[in-house]
Each structure stands twice: as C-alpha cells, then as structure tokens.
C-alpha cells in the first residue's frame, strides 16, 4: 500500500510498463521501445476506445444474422431441413439431448450476449462513475478474455458434424450461412475486448473526485 494518497498507480511515480513484455519503464520513455521486446511504450492508448466500439458494433451487426440464418443444413433422401441455432438447440432437447443443447445455448447465446453487455459497460465505465469497483470491473474484463475462447464451440459442433457424417447418398451435413457470420461475431468481440486498454479503468476509478478508499490503493 502506498503511504501517500495522492499516489494510487504506477502512472503517478512517473512510470510506466510495457503492455507486451511488462517491463517497466520511466515515463520518459513513452513513444521509444521496449528493450526487453521492441515494442512501443504507451502509457495510454488514448485510441482504443474508438477500436472498441468499432470491433463491437461490427460484432453486433454479425451476431443478429447468425441467429436467423440457418447454422446446419442436413439433405437426406427424403428431404433437406435447415436449422438456426435456437432450432437445432431445441431438437436436441426434443430428441431428449438437453445437457448438449444447454451447453450450445449457454456457448452460443448466453456468453455472447454477456459479452457485449460486458464490454460496453467496461467501455462506458471509463468516462462515467461506475458502481462497481476498479479491481472487480479489471476482473470482469479478465474473464470476458478468458471465455471468448469458448464461444466458438457451436461453429465447432457444426465442423465435426460435416467431417463426421458424410454418407454421401444417405445423408450429408453442411454449415449454413450462419456458421460464417457467427465466426466473424465471435472474432469481431475478442479483438474489441483485446482494444480495450484496462489501464484506464484505474484512471477513471482514481480521478481527483473519486473517494480513496482501501481498495483504491494499489501496491
């Protein structure tokens, strides 16, 4: 804990640390790089909430389709039916199924539609007073990165169906439209939480008018 209140981060003893490496750095040094990696030392990446909100309206704009087009087409002799991903989620709970289905809706709805509130309310919390403190809202981007990893699981399923059951005359499984634009939805968010520079949640949280409390002070 620092016995000075004024001092509340790294930023305000003139120092600053490599968002690569993590070697740190005197304030100096801002714009030269890194010796450790070569990489440019910023102290704020004073753009990056522009590339947030890029990458998060175009991750939007790519969700809404993936969940009205059809994920799976499935042509069999008989007939070709075609699925969304609340379809085909609810036909495996019909055809008893309902661990696999929670986990494809929970993967393929519930964490997406977390992520975007999450990384908007990170974004927005910048510039206005937030409720929840520094220390929770640096965890809660921590874990928006930590499950972008496992949004991909329904483009996955849909990937192993089609390598898996190629019958070629009796049936055959292909991804539908949706499978591309649920991708591009799912890589669309992880690049607009990887803008998002976390070191300005310590700056909106020790602005002069915010109150010094013990979890404010950072070691």
């Not at 799976?72 to 085909?88: D, H, P, Q, Y």
Request: charged share 20%; hydrophobic share 45%.
């Amino acid at each position: 804990m620092s016995d000075h209140p004024d001092i509340r981060s790294a930023r305000d003893c003139g120092l600053l640390a490599c968002t690569r490496c993590g070697a740190v750095w005197s304030m100096q040094d801002e714009g030269a790089k890194c010796d450790r990696c070569s990489h440019v030392l910023q102290s704020r990446d004073t753009k990056s909430l522009q590339r947030v909100w890029a990458w998060w309206v175009a991750a939007l704009m790519a969700y809404i389709p993936a969940n009205l087009e059809p994920m799976l087409r499935t042509r069999t002799l008989v007939a070709e039916t075609e699925s969304t991903i609340v379809e085909g989620a609810f036909e495996l709970i019909h055809h008893g199924d309902i661990p696999v289905a929670l986990i494809i809706l929970i993967a393929s709805v519930g964490i997406p539609v977390a992520k975007f509130g999450a990384i908007a309310y990170l974004a927005l919390s910048v510039n206005r007073q937030a409720r929840l403190s520094a220390h929770r809202r640096q965890h809660l981007y921590e874990l928006v990165e930590y499950i972008g990893r496992w949004s991909m699981i329904d483009v996955f399923v849909v990937a192993i169906l089609s390598a898996l059951v190629q019958l070629n005359v009796a049936a055959q499984i292909s991804p539908g439209p949706a499978a591309l634009t649920f991708a591009l939805s799912v890589i669309f968010t992880m690049l607009s939480a990887q803008s998002f520079d976390s070191r300005m949640i310590w700056d909106s949280d020790t602005a002069p008018d915010a109150p010094v409390t013990k979890e404010t002070h950072r070691e």
